[in-house]
């Protein structure tokens, strides 16, 4: 009896001993990531040496991972916001001028004096201005949506010609109204890895700034030249031309030449181009001479025979 006594006795001396020790371990435990979070909110930001090497090391550094997780979407959702901001800083900014055309014509039409043929240019030139903004805000969202890439785009061998063809013809009627010609050396067709859609909407910005910049009756030409890991499309023309100190600057989102400020442009263009061709892991350069016309390359990838699979 005596023996069952103390085997009892020690049974439930044992049993506190591990409540007491667990105990001591939680709070040890709930301790020590009150340190970390303490830590997290004084510093913002977790060093190596503040997460000992210890038994309770793994559940430390799961907790820290979850804070850098918890800080990393924050950054996220903060450049969002950014992103949010100033898409509509620049969407405020080049609207502003064909608003204030809009409204200005519309005063005008309400001037019961108006001869027919005054009241129907300014009816015309209230739609061309419509169409300048509704090109900026489409202009705008697909810059933006590829920039966070919300729109993504497959790229895939695809024969270069018929693209190049449906550029032109998107231009053509603009450089019909000034008499310009585009011409296009004979080439043998060629698979390119590239987008059909969108690379014809990069080519065809790069033919509309050469038509609004070159004088009526002159020619732009248009060159194929193989090369080793890529095809280079030259688009060349007899414009203004650009100055060689802002060849670092025409194909950034929004600029405008001292040259052509006055004329109409929003500088989304090249900024698009480019950005399409960069998707495509291809690239534009230019070289121009003032006053002698501008050239611009596009260079888009040729098709490796041992690749399987295109994914950009």
Not at 62 to 68: A, G, R
Not at 257 to 279: A, C
Request: proline share 1%; charged share 25%.
């Amino acid at each position: 009896m005596t023996d069952n006594i103390i085997v009892g006795v020690l049974s439930i001396s044992f049993c506190v001993l591990t409540i007491l020790g667990c105990q001591y371990y939680l709070n040890r435990m709930f301790n020590k990531i009150s340190e970390i979070i303490t830590i997290f909110i004084s510093k913002r930001k977790i060093e190596a040496t503040d997460v000992a090497d210890t038994r309770e090391s793994k559940l430390i550094s799961q907790l820290k991972q979850l804070i850098m997780i918890t800080e990393y979407e924050a950054k996220s959702a903060k450049e969002e916001r950014e992103a949010v901001t100033t898409l509509i800083s620049d969407l405020s900014h080049q609207l502003k001028t064909p608003l204030a055309n809009i409204t200005m014509f519309t005063e005008l039409l309400k001037d019961s004096s108006l001869l027919e043929e005054e009241r129907q240019e300014f009816l015309i030139r209230t739609g061309e201005q419509a169409v300048k903004m509704e090109w900026l805000m489409q202009a705008l969202f697909k810059t933006s949506r590829l920039e966070t890439g919300i729109i993504e785009f497959d790229i895939s061998p695809t024969y270069i010609k018929e693209t190049i063809a449906d550029s032109i013809s998107s231009v053509y009627s603009h450089a019909e109204s000034k008499n310009i010609h585009i011409t296009i050396d004979e080439f043998e067709d060629r698979k390119l890895l590239h987008n059909h859609k969108w690379t014809a909407e990069a080519i065809s910005n790069i033919l509309e700034n050469a038509i609004k910049y070159s004088t009526e009756g002159s020619v732009i030409k248009i060159k194929i030249e193989p090369m080793e890991l890529y095809t280079k499309i030259l688009i060349s023309d007899e414009g203004i031309g650009i100055a060689s100190e802002e060849y670092n600057h025409i194909f950034k989102r929004f600029y405008r030449s001292k040259q052509v400020e006055q004329q109409e442009g929003s500088g989304l263009g090249l900024y698009l181009s480019q950005l399409i061709l960069s998707k495509e892991g291809g690239y534009i350069t230019v070289s121009s001479v003032v006053g002698n016309g501008s050239c611009f390359s596009l260079f888009l990838q040729n098709v490796r025979e041992t690749s399987q699979q295109y994914a950009i």
